[in-house]
């Protein structure tokens, strides 16, 4: 059985480590060569410049605004995107009254809430935002629709406003990605023993309780790979494109709502400085690994196994 083992498994992952050399790690080593460059995407002239795009960056007051930016995304919205969906998904799982025949139930209609809940992940981020846009459009917008239906005259401008804006396309992500983890969370609950929480409940642990000393602990690798998973989409794809299509500007008003990904994309696409977005691009990838390193560390605990 031994015989050949090695070859075998060479032989399966040559052509997946090959594919994702050339596709992911050989870009990588692209852009950090062209920091070092001045070169402007548009022509294949280029001379060396050292380390002069790295002092820029560190000089250049968008690029802060935009790394703050990007960090409080990808702290405060997994924050909240986890902790709504662990409660929601607690909730539909076993966090309904007893009822004859199970101790240990959802809440009534849990079935539709999940189908309710994962609604937004069947449309596209660029959907989501676009709806959104219109809702939150201060002249004809139905959230200011709704304020002056009810008595309010003075209605903010909220994508308009500086400090309102971020605050505003926060939310809007949480409220599209929140259902994708009530379901992901619902399935690990799903797998846990009931009899854990029946004996709970037999020694008078409230639901407080057995969310703390059983749920939680049993779902802590799902939990932080979802933080994980969810500080990427702040620092990536997700952040970029809901920022782009929402904001004024886009990034406005006054870069409040600039992220690394949307200025390394003006400054590539809109500026002509593709070597100086290649700088900022690297110190969002060095911002994403310490992201990913510090929760796998910080929220590292012993395996549990049921």
């Given at each position: 059985m031994q015989h050949g083992k090695y070859r075998f498994i060479v032989g399966f992952l040559a052509v997946p480590m090959a594919l994702y050399v050339?596709?992911?790690?050989?870009?990588?080593?692209?852009?950090?060569?062209?920091?070092?460059?001045?070169?402007?995407?548009?022509?294949?002239?280029?001379?060396?410049?050292?380390?002069?795009?790295?002092?820029?960056?560190?000089?250049?007051?968008?690029?802060?605004?935009?790394?703050?930016?990007?960090?409080?995304?990808?702290?405060?919205?997994?924050?909240?995107t986890l902790g709504l969906a662990l409660f929601f998904a607690f909730?539909?799982?076993?966090?309904?009254?007893?009822?004859?025949?199970?101790?240990?139930?959802?809440?009534?209609?849990?079935?539709?809430?999940?189908?309710a809940y994962f609604f937004p992940q069947v449309l596209s981020i660029a959907i989501v935002a676009i709806l959104f846009q219109f809702a939150f459009d201060p002249a004809q917008g139905m959230i200011n629709g709704t304020l002056?239906?009810?008595?309010?005259?003075?209605?903010?401008?909220?994508?308009?406003?500086?400090?309102?804006?971020?605050?505003?396309?926060?939310?809007?992500?949480?409220?599209?990605?929140?259902?994708?983890?009530?379901?992901?969370?619902?399935?690990?609950?799903?797998?846990?023993?009931?009899?854990?929480?029946?004996?709970?409940?037999?020694?008078?642990?409230?639901?407080f309780t057995t969310f703390f000393r059983i749920t939680l602990p049993l779902l802590w690798d799902t939990v932080q790979s979802g933080w994980v998973y969810m500080g990427i989409l702040a620092l990536g794809a997700e952040g970029f494109a809901i920022v782009h299509i929402m904001s004024v500007g886009p990034g406005g008003p006054?870069?409040?709502?600039?992220?690394?990904?949307?200025?390394?994309?003006?400054?590539?696409?809109?500026?002509?400085?593709?070597?100086?977005?290649?700088?900022?691009?690297?110190?969002?990838l060095l911002v994403t690994l310490a992201f990913a390193a510090l929760v796998m560390r910080v929220g590292r605990r012993e395996r549990l196994e049921f």
């Open positions: 050339i596709l992911v790690i050989w870009p990588f080593i692209q852009s950090i060569y062209y920091s070092f460059t001045d070169w402007t995407g548009l022509s294949p002239d280029f001379t060396m410049v050292g380390f002069d795009n790295y002092a820029k960056m560190l000089d250049d007051d968008i690029f802060w605004k935009s790394l703050q930016h990007s960090v409080l995304l990808a702290v405060l919205l997994p924050l909240v909730m539909l799982n076993v966090g309904g009254r007893r009822r004859k025949g199970a101790a240990i139930t959802g809440v009534r209609g849990s079935g539709f809430y999940k189908i002056k239906a009810v008595g309010f005259t003075d209605v903010p401008d909220w994508l308009g406003d500086p400090k309102l804006a971020l605050w505003v396309i926060m939310a809007v992500l949480v409220w599209c990605t929140t259902g994708f983890f009530v379901v992901l969370f619902s399935a690990g609950m799903a797998s846990i023993p009931k009899d854990f929480y029946e004996a709970a409940l037999l020694d008078g642990a409230s639901r006054d870069y409040s709502t600039t992220v690394l990904p949307l200025y390394v994309y003006q400054s590539a696409f809109r500026d002509g400085q593709a070597a100086y977005a290649t700088t900022i691009g690297v110190a969002l």
